[in-house]
């Protein structure tokens, strides 16, 4: 800081902004007065601090006619005027050179300041408070549990914390770290990690001595997250699967800031005029400012955002004075408003049932472990995406808008007559209309509907329920239901003793819980188990009475809200926890197609689940099934039908299924082309029933195939999956082969190889795997250029299509002419196939092995892999205790032995003495397959030598009285090679 004094007047100059607040405070009573008239006399401080070039405001750049200055004056201290002005050309061109210079060296200055602030702007610091939160997260979602959790423990290395959140040692502080951790991955072993200041990264770990060593292994970080996805395959698929959102502190902050900004710009609200208290109107205006968030946009709620979201965000839309751009907005209804009675006096606190928080806001929110926020079925439609709402201009909106607004305004103020006036006023509006639905919601009438449910008047419950139940069918309607905790109060309502109250509570709950957030609030309430005692009804009988339809009416009901819930694996173990068997199984027995359709549609949902699935065929619910299927009701025929595609998983019920005759109209429904989704269901049934042989011969007979082989043309992937999986199976059977031949289906299934669908790819790939076991078949293959694009898909990114395709090129490199030459003709083919040894997966192993085993039979395909180097691959794979690539691995190996010197090479790299082992597995393939490649090893003298060390000769005695003649006389002739050396060694003894 120093003072500068200028004639008459002084200035003070200061250097950093610490001294600047000194002087300030200084001024004391006037610090405003000061600092205004610093701010007019530093019009642009960002010039001050950097210098001219960075002038933010134009015109203040004055720079270059500085530099002008400057040159003149010195000029002019070097020499004489006179000199100067005798010279003015020669001393112009000193002039402008030397500016030119001045320039270029400022220019350079400010792009090195630009670069620097760029490299300074990109890095981004760790903070204690962010590794805390990050590793408090971990610890929340790790546990043993390998399927949900994405850790099993992360743990700090030290309990000591100081005040600043730093955990690591002194003399690590300094170098910047903050705190070390120990983490165990499933896929890992134990490790060690560093937070610093700068990034995440790994470090040596604990040493033999016990200390720890700090340095560095591998790259930097930028968070833990980050590092963790690098080092664990399951870390990064499960953290991928959890229902949460990461946000950061600068996100975090400026949502709040957003929040907080919007509450200060809101308007003063004008209350309702009504009867009601003091304390009501006092607490409507707070909640008016609360209304306020119903301006900021939809979003997805979930249990990790912030709970300012949760808090405030009553509404999740504008209101039409808002499309306009106002920021008013209407208030809401408070819960405590008064209902008056018949004579006009207000409801009394006996009348009138105690305000629960859940009603009053949004739903609070609950923190759930990644146990529970992982419980959803993959196979369920999920409607967690928020749409974009198409928003009408308020000039635009039909009169039934405002006239439903009007409505739901006397709902606020009149009494107990007026509410239910204005109830069955409301029902005569076409509430399946959108725009009616969101003018319930937009005035604030979803609370209020809410709210009345909490009322000891019937008629008021019955009323606001059989709204809810129109409007709710909208997807925000329904997440506005659930934010505002109306899902609980219908729960509770299940419980009631009016029959109406809980058919109309269920049917609500069947509309609200159609995506994950609500299915699981059902579920946490106890609604599963009380949805479940719906369905306990009297038996069904021709002559009910009146009492006992209501009852069947009920457990209707009960289906249907059990039908939604069903989506989520967790629930289907809560519906069968609740007994929920025994009364599915007697509502099937029922002849009332609006009973069936709720019960087949959850059996068909839970049915993914082996348990149910058990439970389904002991119940006998099979046969119910399949005669079901006998009926005319479309969207029973299809949930039946999708009931025995996921129950056909298990043999037992695929036998079921022919037993009860259930082949014959699942065929007959493949004449329904119309119906898309009945179609899938169907050819998915059959395809799942072919896995057996017998329902094979079965539909054989019903003439099934030719009507598939119709289906692979014009029909969406959803059916052409299921077609080319039924056809797939039944062609495992020589005369399916031909007859898929003969309608014409080898060209179609051929076609369908150039798609991009990944179960598509892996059915059509089995399909033609297995019609090319027939020569005549292959013929049209490989006319059809079948074979190079089944090789092209050995590229796929996906494992199962890979091994699909290895697997079906086996038959065609069996049953195709020359197929040595049509193997070399694919460019780089072999050299793929012989680096798709180096997966991972056992099924991909399997497959390129049996490929490698064909490919090896000819004598050039042979020396070009071993070129590729397939030896040391295989040697490598030799290790395995996977049986199904243990019946492969060997027909390779003996198959690559036939050239050069690879027995040696095979030997050399240690592939003799695991394959010993393998004599010991209980699949007798394995055995002969072994016994081959023994055979062929033996041919080495080494390698006999280390099958008799490794005890071969005991296990291959006992084969050689094996009845499986290739198995026989593999073992002999390994044996005999054994012995002959032996022999040769005693020999070569006795003549020495």
Sequence with gaps: MSFVTTGTSNRVEVWTLEQMAKVLQMAG?????????????????????????????????????????????????????????AAAGEKAGVNKGSLRLLMLLQQLDIQLLNSSIKLMSKEKRLTPDVVASQVQLLKSISGTDKSTNVLESIEYTSDFVNKHGFRAPLWRQAHGDICCLRVKAFDADPFWVSANIAGVFENKGATAGGDMDYDRLGDVHQDLISLLKSKSKIFNENISNQ????????????????????????????????????????????????????????????????????????????SPSQWKGSNKTTPRLDKTAQLASVDGKPLTNDRMRKTTPHARTVAPSVKHPASELSGESSSESEEEEETRERRQESSDLPSEYWQLQKLVKYLKGGNQTATVIALCSMRDFNLEQETCQLA?????????????????????????????????????????????????????????????????????????????????????????????????????????????????????????????????????????????????????????????????????????????????????????????????????????????????????????VRKYGGLEPLVSLLTNTENKDLLAAVTGAIWKCAVSKDNVTKLQELKAIETLVGLLHDQPEEVLVNVVGALGECAQLPPNRTAIRKAGGISSLVTLLTGTNQALLRNVTRAVGACALDPENMVIIDRLDGVRLLWSLLKNHNPDVQACSAWAICPCIENAKDAGEMVRSFVGGLELIVSLLKSDHHEVLASVCAAIANIAKDEENLAVITDHGVVPMLAKLAHTNDDKLRRHLPEAIARCCLWGNNREAFGEAGAVAPLVKYLKSPDEKVHCATAKALYQLSKEPNNCITMHESGVVKLLLNMVGSSDDVLQEAAAGCISNIRRLALANEKAKFSS
């Design 29 to 85: 009573s006037r610090k405003l007065k000061e600092a205004r008239t610093c701010l007019e006399t530093n019009r642009d401080p960002i010039s001050n601090i950097l210098g001219e070039g960075f002038s933010s405001i134009e015109g203040e750049d004055l720079a270059p006619l500085r530099l002008m200055e400057a040159i003149i004056e010195e000029e002019t201290r070097k020499g004489k005027q006179e000199v100067i002005e």
């Design 243 to 318: 229902d949460f959102q990461l946000l950061n502190p600068e996100q975090n902050n400026g949502l709040a800031d957003s929040f907080l900004l919007s509450l200060d710009q809101s308007e003063p609200l004008t209350p309702s005029t009504d009867n009601s208290p003091k304390t009501t109107a006092d607490s409507e205006s707070k909640l008016q400012k609360q209304a306020v968030a119903k301006s900021m946009p939809a979003a997805k709620v979930t249990p990790r955002k912030a709970d300012i979201v949760a808090k405030h965000r009553n509404e999740t839309s504008p």
């Design 440 to 656: 319930i919601r937009d005035v604030g009438g979803l609370e209020l509907l809410i709210n009345l449910l909490e009322t000891d008047e019937l008629r008021c419950k019955i009323g606001s329920l059989k709204i809810l139940k129109e409007i709710s069918k909208n997807k925000q309607i329904r997440r506005a239901i659930a934010d505002l905790g109306g899902l609980q109060t219908m729960v509770t309502i299940l419980q009631d003793c009016n029959k109406d109250l809980r058919c109309l509570a269920a049917e609500t709950i069947a509309n609200v819980a159609k995506f994950r957030r609500a299915r699981r609030s059902v579920r946490q309430y106890g609604g599963i188990t009380k949805l479940v005692s719906l369905m306990d009804c009297a038996p069904l009988c021709s002559t009910m009475t009146a009492e006992m339809q209501k009852d069947v009416e009920v457990a209707r009901c009960g289906a249907l809200a059990l039908w939604s819930c069903s989506k989520s694996t967790k629930n289907k173990h809560a519906i069968r926890k609740a007994g929920a068997i025994k009364l599915l199984a007697r509502l099937l027995k029922s002849s009332s197609e609006d009973m069936l359709i709720p019960v087949v549609g959850t059996l068909q949902e839970c049915a993914s689940e082996a348990l149910f699935r058990l439970d389904i065929r002991t119940e006998g619910m099979t046969e119910d099934l399949v005669k079901n299927l006998h009926g005319d009701n479309q969207e029973l025929q299809m949930h039946c039908a999708l009931a025995i595609f996921k129950s056909a998983e298990d043999g037992d019920t695929r036998e079921l």
